[in-house]
């Protein structure tokens, strides 16, 4: 019963102690807890505990605080009360709920409790300590929105921002002077700092550093964590390594960071917290405990978001790869293929110089396709043979296995060829166009900064990679099949492999017989718009339309092919130039006046036009190449005209 009263008055001081703003503080801390407790969501739920224990903790330290203000005046007054040893001997006890019974034992005890000094002046009168109001303020338990990663800051910085509230509660829980967060990155040999907590100015402004004999590396190596109780100031600098100037740091203290694995696995650690203090032996043994929660929560938070900014990496692969599928829709060809592999490539990893090596099939040869350079400085041109045997480029195709250059400034082989004018150094990634049957290119990609590449780099990279090596099989299958194939798929038109093989013939026969020949080519005009506006699906029909129209007014012994994605070539035979004009000119007229009719829609197109007939001893390119040219002409004047050379 001694005991059940001891507790019960116990308690009745504390809650009699409490004030209604600590009640309030209590309930929030209450509320916070089962919040937590609830949500599902990894970051919230760690800002609501701590919140939650934060609250309680300061109700504590309140109440702990007036608690023991209010004994030191019974110490003053320990003149007029006896001892206990004497109070027991006079058949009294210490506790209340005996104070009766005592009284009873003792004639002395009445005079004891009963004259006690009345104070002479009221205000040395002992009175309750004074506790000063606080104001609560619900922005000290709940998080603020603009305080709150919004959804376009991302999971990176996400994660650095509760990284960060983290370590301030460590900082605070353990007194320290600072608090940093290192991530251990094996592959470059590197502490990356993550984020930190100091009160000082001078600590370091660089991100990055290598892995050495430091106290934090040598964390990072042997995976124990550190305790240095005593730290001399003329090894200070060294030891830590993140402080511009000498600081009055005494004591030290860095503890692993694992990523949670399965047993049997041997554990590495991913990053390391690290604390220092201004005074010495500050921290023990004793208080690893503490920190070994704190490594747990930051080892949890760690999975949680790896496997967030996974998700993430693999999403903006997938749109980059959708991104190529849609551009190959609009345009098939290899200038696209390889075009928009190296603006996904660039979306993805840091780069200053992305470059595409294929072979081509005219010159034998293998040759750089596309360049892209952001400085605009010296690089290598477009068309330019490499060496097969002689460079890394060249290495990687026969190959067929990437190559990671972590600093470019030394290398065995040139790049491209020995006598190329690239004078950047830093570090490049070099990946194989690899498809199931064979090697059809290189993708090279080059950064300024030494070690921006790693293995993960390859293999995010890796994956658009495949994406545009089958796109490339693929054409290459098409070409084989068109070369076997007289009739375009799409228009229904001849390919331009056969039309080339009868523009030959006639060329040949015009000059045998001294006939003339002439070269009709046209384009539908705004094509950009025309794909915007009906997609691919619909200039196809477009296409087609098009392409039936010519046909109905070219002869039998007359040939319509389709010379590229958006050109048609006319070859008219025993037809001079002032002809050709004539008949372009009736073809151009019915074409813009034919209504096209497609998914309820009414509309029409117009065509440029360019002619060019047989001179002295014309050949058959020659004659191409300049209906080429008067078309681009009567492209550039505004379109739906009709040009001869």
């Known amino acids: 019963m001694m005991i059940d009263a001891r507790w019960s008055n116990t308690v009745r001081s504390y809650v009699n102690s409490i004030t209604l ?31 939650s224990a ?12 007036s608690t023991a203000g209010t004994r030191r005046p019974q110490r003053r007054d320990a003149d007029v009360v006896p001892h206990t040893a004497e109070l027991r001997s006079a058949g009294l006890d210490d506790h209340d709920a005996d104070e009766d019974d005592a ?9 004891i409790h009963q004259t006690p000094e009345p104070p002479t002046d009221p205000k040395e009168r002992p009175a309750r300590p004074m506790i000063s109001e606080y104001q609560f303020n619900i922005d000290d338990f709940c998080e603020i929105e603009e305080e709150t990663p919004g959804k376009e800051t991302g999971a990176r910085s996400e994660f650095s921002l509760i990284v960060r509230k983290i370590l301030s509660v460590v900082k605070e829980v353990n007194f320290a002077h600072t608090v940093a967060f290192w991530w251990v990155n094996r592959e470059k040999k590197q502490l990356v700092l993550e984020n930190f907590v100091s009160d000082s100015a001078h600590f370091t402004s660089h991100r990055r550093k290598e892995l050495g004999f430091d106290l934090i590396s040598q964390v990072a190596h042997s995976g124990q964590p550190r305790i240095v109780q005593y730290l001399s100031a003329s090894g200070q600098l060294e030891a830590l390594g993140y402080y511009q100037n000498l600081e009055p740091v005494s004591s030290f203290v860095a503890i692993p960071i694992f990523f949670p694995r399965g047993s049997g696995v041997e554990a590495k650690p991913v990053a390391v917290l690290s604390l220092d203090f201004l005074s010495d032996d500050l921290f023990g043994p004793e208080s690893m405990n503490i920190l070994g929660q704190f490594a747990k929560t930051l080892s949890s938070l760690i999975k949680g978001y790896t496997g967030k900014y996974d998700l993430l990496i693999d999403s903006e692969v997938l749109r980059s790869i959708g991104r190529i599928r849609e551009q190959m829709k609009i345009d098939f060809s290899l200038h696209s293929i390889v075009r928009s592999l190296s603006e996904e490539t660039s979306r993805l990893v840091p780069w200053d110089y992305i470059a595409a090596v294929l072979f081509d099939e005219r010159r034998k040869a293998w040759q750089i396709q596309l360049v892209l350079n952001r400085m605009n400085d010296g690089y290598v041109a477009i068309g330019q043979e490499i060496d097969h045997a002689g460079s890394l480029v060249g290495l990687v195709i026969q190959s067929g296995v990437a190559k990671l250059l972590e600093d470019t400034t030394v290398l065995a082989k040139p790049r491209y060829y020995h006598a190329e004018r690239v004078d950047s150094t830093g570090s490049a990634l070099i990946l194989p166009l690899n498809s199931h049957s064979r090697c059809y290119g290189a993708l090279v990609v080059e950064c ?19 994406s545009a090596a089958m796109a490339l099989e693929i054409h290459a299958l098409n070409e084989v099949v068109n070369n076997y194939v007289l009739m375009d798929e799409t228009t229904g038109v001849a390919t331009r492999k056969y039309f080339m093989e009868r523009l030959h013939q006639e ?12 070269v009709v080519m046209f384009s539908i005009d705004g094509v950009q718009d025309q794909l915007a506006r009906l997609g691919k699906d619909g200039f196809d029909f477009v296409l087609r339309n098009v392409g039936r129209l010519v046909k109905s007014f070219i002869r ?23 002809e050709a004009y004539i008949w372009a000119e009736k073809v151009r007229k019915n074409i813009a006046s034919n209504v096209i009719n497609l998914d309820q829609r009414s509309f029409s197109v117009t065509v440029s036009i360019g002619v060019c007939g047989t001179l002295s001893e014309l050949s058959d390119m020659e004659l191409i190449e300049n209906a080429g040219h008067v078309l681009s002409k009567a492209i550039e004047a505004g379109g739906n005209m009709v040009r001869v050379y």
């Not at 503080?25 to 970051?43: D, K, R, T």
């Open 507 to 518: 060329t040949q026969r015009g000059k045998d017989y001294e006939n003339e020949v002439t």
């Open 54 to 65: 934060g609250a309680f903790v300061y109700v504590y330290e309140n109440i702990r605080r």
């Open 556 to 578: 039998s012994y007359d040939l319509i092919g389709r010379f590229d994605f958006n050109r048609f070539a006319v070859l008219l035979v025993n037809t001079s130039s002032n």
């Open 448 to 466: 300024k900064d030494p070690k921006s590449y790693s293995e993960s780099d390859a293999r995010v990279i890796g994956k658009l990679v495949e």
């Open 103 to 111: 009284l009873e034992r003792s004639p002395q005890a009445p005079e």
């Open 21 to 51: 703003m600590q009640e309030l503080i209590v309930l929030a801390g209450v509320v916070l807890f089962f919040v937590g407790l609830a949500l599902s969501a990894l970051a919230p739920k760690v800002i609501a505990l701590l919140a």
